[in-house]
């Protein structure tokens, strides 16, 4: 293995560190241009420009919905060989197949822009920021494939810098160009945002290039290791056309597995509208209620995704090579590490958004309405939290048709009850809410399912129970602390104090009952230097 290897690569732990920092910090910064950028264009302004994404998520997950995992995995392969001939190999070959399907796909959006915004689209305005958007499947595209060489390499800074930059540029872009062609129009203000957007994602692509120049630099490994490496690469798999059908043979059950997820959200969102009509609701309300659901309570929700997201993308790289190696020790190892933290990271999250739901909803939108459908979906955030790192792990392990049968039966499933449920007014949005809990559950405890069935692993019930034993303990002090009568102040203040409370009394439990040891404290970098031995 090369110098710089050893020296970039990360264990699996500080990779999911990395990543983490860098998620919650794009999370936390994602809220502004959601508060923000409303104030600027309106109401009617944000329909515009969101009226592009669904369109643009279909294609972006067409082109890279599994490459990068795919990427990850086989570079973490041929890096678990010092094969440094194969992982140019598998880098070049995905540049040039997902180069070639971008440019495709971004010539046909641009040729087709008049007809689909005319037609598919609610709203022709909609034309200037579908424009705006078409030249992102491209660099998206491109930018994934370095994504999934760093990860292969297990190398999770390039990717954290460029999603913090791409972040940055996007907030600060958006708002600017927005108000900048608000004068010439609300379509011109959508589009304005939208390349916003796309100076994001462009600024997040060049640095992955340079990222890539400077990593490429350093290790610059001599041309006679390159020979030694493809005197041994004869192989039909490791030639180029090799190559691309393994790259294939998994991105495809994973693009699929997106995809359905993709499709299940669209309809999902069409069903809802219709069955709410049904139930005689009118359309604006509908729209109103659907709106606080998917843009007001699934951000808040989603919010410790940042730390599943950074498991998910660590654990590939990790059990690849673990299984290159035939490790069963090292993927169990893996596995029940990435099943417990996001058990355990996730739990506060979960109390917080029960038991405060009220005045988090009131605090953060002036709306305590919605707080009905926040307290519903926090015990459910859980299963959230732990399917991701489940998905990852089953796409690492060469089963990616179980995750992607998994997530079908799942979306089938929500589809037909939100039909039933959200057309019924005595459920009316909390139909779709009910459908949409299911489909979560299903889907996680399927996930978990196979994994069993694969790996044949211990089902941690005592670290289960555990977690829910200190859950309850942490809600009851949060709870106390809030509505003690001492603090009577501001109630930002009296929610802070009552979140930092709950969350040291949970984590001071974790320690107790050894869900938390003085080994993990050491790898979080702001707390290492406090638990050195």
């Not at 070049?92 to 997902?98: E, H, I, P, Q, R």
């Not at 491109?142 to 990717?159: A, C, D, E, H, L």
């Not at 995704?305 to 190892?333: C, F, Q, W």
Request: hydrophobic residues 55%; contains cysteine.
């Amino acid at each position: 293995m090369s110098k710089l290897t050893k020296q970039t690569k990360q264990s699996f732990i500080k990779g999911t560190m990395i990543l983490l920092a860098a998620g919650i910090f794009n999370r936390i910064l994602g809220f502004i241009p959601r508060i923000t950028l409303p104030r600027i264009i309106g109401a009617e302004g944000v329909g515009l420009y969101q009226l592009s994404y669904p369109f643009l998520i279909v294609m972006i997950t067409i082109i890279t919905g599994g490459v990068p995992l795919a990427i990850a995995k086989l570079v973490a392969e041929a890096e678990s060989q010092g094969n440094h001939a194969r992982v140019k190999r598998i880098l070049s070959v995905s540049l040039w197949f997902t180069f070639a399907i971008s440019i495709l796909f971004t010539i046909l959006c641009i040729t087709l822009a008049p007809w689909i915004t005319q037609h598919l689209l609610t709203d022709s305005r909609v034309y200037l920021s579908f424009l705006s958007m078409s030249p992102m499947i491209a660099i998206i595209g491109i930018s994934s494939v370095f994504r999934g060489y760093f990860q292969g390499k297990q190398n999770m800074i390039p990717t954290a810098l460029s999603s913090i930059i791409e972040t940055l540029v996007r907030i600060i872009a958006i708002l600017l160009f927005a108000y900048l062609l608000l004068p010439k129009g609300l379509e011109y203000a959508a589009a304005g945002a939208m390349l916003g957007v796309l100076a994001g994602e462009l600024c997040g692509f060049i640095t992955l290039l340079w990222q890539y120049a400077v990593n490429k630099k350093r290790e610059r490994p001599t041309k006679s290791a390159y020979e030694a490496d493809e005197s041994l690469d004869f192989n039909q798999s490791s030639q180029p056309m090799g190559v691309l059908k393994r790259i294939l043979g998994i991105s495809i059950p994973v693009t699929a597995g997106k995809l359905v997820g993709s499709l299940s959200y669209l309809f999902e969102s069409i069903l809802t509208a219709q069955s709410l009509a049904i139930a005689g609701i009118a359309t604006g309300i509908a729209t109103a209620q659907y709106g606080a659901l998917q843009g007001m309570i699934m951000p808040i929700i989603l919010l410790p995704g940042a730390l599943t997201y950074s498991l998910a993308v660590s654990l590939v790289p990790s059990l690849s090579e673990a299984a290159a190696r035939n490790d069963m020790r090292t993927i169990h190892k893996r596995l029940h590490q990435a099943m417990r933290l996001a058990l355990v990271s996730g739990a506060p999250f979960a109390i917080i958004m029960y038991i405060l739901a009220e005045p988090l909803c009131a605090l953060l939108y002036n709306n305590i309405e919605v707080a009905k459908m926040l307290k519903m979906m926090a015990p459910v955030a859980l299963f959230i939290y732990l399917q991701s790192p489940l998905q990852a792990a089953l796409q690492a392990l060469n089963k990616p048709g179980k995750a992607l049968l998994n997530t079908f039966i799942g979306a089938a499933i929500k589809l037909v009850l939100i039909v039933q449920l959200a057309s019924n007014p005595e459920f009316g949005i909390y139909g779709a809410l009910i459908a949409i809990m299911v489909n979560i559950l299903i889907v996680t405890i399927m996930h978990f399912q196979s994994i069993v069935q694969v790996l044949h692993i211990r089902i941690p019930w005592l670290d289960f129970l555990k977690i829910i034993a200190s859950m309850f303990i942490m809600g009851a002090a949060v709870q106390f602390i809030y509505r003690h009568p001492i603090l009577q102040m501001d109630a930002w203040a009296r929610m802070l104090i009552a979140c930092v409370a709950g969350v040291v009394i949970y984590l001071l439990l974790m320690v107790i009952v050894k869900l938390i040891d003085r080994d993990d404290l050491t790898r979080v970098p702001l707390l290492k230097r406090f638990f050195k031995a």
